[in-house]
């Protein structure tokens, strides 16, 4: 069971919008920046948001990040097929003195 | 280009050892903090541990489960990264990722740049 949560799953049409939630304490999210990355099996992830909304240089605006209290959510516009993939949201846990992520959302675009 | 290269992985016994590497390239391996993250089969992401730039003190930190059995090292001389690990189990099986933390902007932690991995499998 992860510390942070995500929902197991979302799904979208084509070019609409989703997003993806991830919940935690004031031990983790709610004092710490969140980050949050893509996963295609097989592959390297990839992180498409740190410090809560900053996006790294080649991650499209269609990402977006924000942090409320002790959740945080990984926003993507426009979606396309591509955008198929597993998320994770990670962050700092302060009580566990470790890295902790959330359980991963499978996203799919149909 | 930031490239990081693990190799080490393979099959081995639970109760057996194995040393995984990590060659990095394309930035200034020794400033850098570097971390380990694995994902074992049907599983989520898994943070291993992680050791500082030696400027910064060069410590190592480690999540619960392999806290005393894993150890991590740097050879800055080499550019490379280590993941020695002892007395693996089966919940150890797993693909191990070589990533870089927080390179842009070298504080909070997050992994900006990640290896393709290395499947490690623990089994009898």
Known sequence: QSVLTQPPSVSAAPGRMVTISCSGTSSNIGNNYVSWYRHLPGTAPRLLIYENNKRPSGIPDRFSGSKSGTSATLGITGLQTGDEADYYCGTWDSSLSAVVFGGGTKLTVV | ?124
């Open chain 2, 1 to 124: 280009e930031v490239q990081l290269v693990e190799s080490g992985g393979g099959l081995v016994k639970p109760g057996g050892s194995l040393r995984l590497s990590c060659a990095a390239s394309g930035f200034t391996f020794s400033n850098a903090r570097m971390s380990w993250v694995r994902q074992a089969p049907g599983e989520g992401l898994e943070w291993v541990g992680r050791i500082k730039s030696k400027s910064d003190g060069g410590t190592t930190d480690y999540a619960a489960p392999v806290k005393g059995r894993f150890t991590i090292s740097r050879d800055d001389s080499k550019t490379t990264l280590y993941l020695q690990m002892n007395n693996l189990n089966t919940e150890d099986t797993a693909v191990y990722y070589c990533t870089t933390d927080s390179l842009l902007t070298g504080y909070y932690t997050y992994f900006d740049y990640w290896g393709q991995g290395t499947l490690v499998t623990v089994s009898s």
